[in-house]
């Protein structure tokens, strides 16, 4: 097994002061509810999120979530851990995940920064990419949840690409 030393690196300001910062650009209105927690609210075609940064002293890392604001009913769970496995093969970053406690669908990533310090074009990229694959795959979780297709119906209904001009 190796042995891994990690060390805590000393940053000139606190990596979710630059998340606070980009939060502020954009004219959110955010809760630090402690040091190494950001929550925020983010108002998408679809639905609103709910966007939670926290930061993990003991892996140097930030942890990005973006939920849905839709709860999975017990008895469609299954199917959209079928649609999860089907969403998240057709991702380059972060991956898609069930909150169990709460039931939502939720997209997730975390960015290592041990030695390294993060930039507000890296949070507003990851906020793009964040809410891009909320919007892009929302329609999906729709028709498992509420619609009761099954996943693979779902997926390639929510995934037409318009041909052509209007």
């Known amino acids: 097994m190796a042995h891994l030393d990690l060390q805590t690196t000393t940053y000139s300001s606190h990596p979710l002061d630059v998340v606070e910062h980009v939060m502020q650009e954009q004219n959110w209105r955010f809760d630090r509810s402690c040091d190494d927690e950001v929550s925020a609210e983010y108002r998408g075609n679809w639905c609103d999120y709910g966007v939670h940064f926290a930061w993990s002293t003991e892996v140097d890392a930030i942890h990005f979530t973006c939920a849905f604001d839709m709860r999975v009913p017990e008895a469609r769970k299954s199917s959209v851990h079928q649609l999860l496995a089907l969403v998240n093969d057709r991702l380059w970053l972060g991956h898609f995940g ?60 929510s995934m037409i690409e318009p041909m052509g001009e209007a």
Request: charged share 20%.
């Open 98 to 157: 069930l909150w169990n406690n709460e039931g939502l669908p939720m997209y997730r990533h975390a960015v290592l920064l041990r030695g390294a310090s993060i930039s507000s074009q890296q949070i507003e990229d990851l906020l793009d990419v964040a809410v891009f694959e909320c919007e892009r795959f929302y329609p999906a979780f729709q028709y498992v949840i509420w619609g009761g297709k099954p996943a693979d119906e779902a997926i390639e209904a």
